[in-house]
């Protein structure tokens, strides 16, 4: 089936359905130019999670991991703008044909592009959290006055992202779980579907008798075995279409 049937196909999918969940990876934000993890410029070609992403490496050299890796992801986040692919999904959600984004990126873009129900499976740079104290602070508002940064406490402050080595937050699990066994269509955009326990919501919508449509250039493990197809196209292109193309159903059903 060429490129421009499948899109049919999916808008016709999203239109019939009751409950669209999207599952959205690094892959959807590469269009406004923010680096994936792995595959051609993953960021983990050039830093080994194991040294700069895991919860242990981060406790024993903070200074490191922040000066190096995370400094670099800040400055990137900092200037992004959602593209196309994150404007499609907002739009979708105002069709009324998108229930909730479960989003494993960390940037935010789904919320500035206007998406209001995300739930960010492995957290949010958006907010730094004290290892010590717990305090809470808004990144954009702290004032990084030395190297790593620190509470009023002394204690260290990380990302309120999820490191290897650390658990999901229990509500962002508990919900995605919910969402998936209660949806019948999963849109998989943009994800190598390689990290568990992200990995398993597919399957999970799956099992609860969900269409798994997955929107990525490269087939992932998913691919076959989990999703009923795959739009092999970059999700900045193909997700307007898709949106464009529900809208059109939509209006024709009125
Ligand atoms: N449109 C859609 N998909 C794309 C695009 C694009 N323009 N460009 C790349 N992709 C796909 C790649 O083919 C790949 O399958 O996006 C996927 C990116 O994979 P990863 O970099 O592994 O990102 P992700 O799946 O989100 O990683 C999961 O791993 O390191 C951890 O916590 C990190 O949340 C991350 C998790």
């Known amino acids: 089936m060429g ?86 999904l907002a739009r979708l959600e105002k069709l009324g044909k998108l229930h909730c984004v479960i989003t494993q990126n960390v940037d935010g873009l789904h919320q500035k592009a206007g998406n209001t129900d995300v739930i960010e499976f492995h957290g949010t740079l958006a907010w730094l959290v004290c290892l010590d104290c717990g305090k809470r602070f808004k990144t954009e508002e702290y004032k990084v006055k030395e190297m790593p940064p620190r ?12 490191f290897f080595g650390e658990p999901i937050p229990v509500e962002a699990l508990r919900r995605s779980q919910h969402e998936a066994r209660t949806c019948d269509v999963m849109l998989v955009i943009g994800t190598s579907a390689v990290v568990y326990p ?16 997955e929107i990525n250039p490269e087939a992932t493990p998913l691919t076959g075995v989990v999703s009923d197809y795959i739009i092999e196209g970059n999700a900045g292109e193909v997700l307007p279409k898709i949106v464009d193309e529900v809208e059109k159903l939509l209006r024709a059903q009125e």
Not at 71 to 84: C, G, H, L, S, T
């Open 198 to 213: 992200a990995a398993s919501i597919p399957s999970i919508a799956k099992n609860a008798g969900a269409t798994i449509i």
């Open 151 to 162: 509470c009023e406490c002394g204690g260290v402050l990380k990302p309120d992202a999820v």
């Open 3 to 88: 490129l421009e049937s499948l899109i049919k196909r999916a808008a016709k999918d999203v239109a019939k359905a009751k409950k669209v969940v999207a599952l959205t990876g690094a892959g959807i934000s590469v269009e406004s130019g923010i680096a994936p993890f792995r595959g051609k410029g993953g960021l983990w070609e050039k830093f080994n999670p194991e040294e700069y992403a895991h919860i242990n490496a981060f406790r024993r050299h903070p200074e490191k991991v922040w000066s190096v890796l995370l400094k670099d992801m800040f400055e990137v986040i900092k200037n992004a703008q959602p593209n196309p692919a994150h404007l499609a």
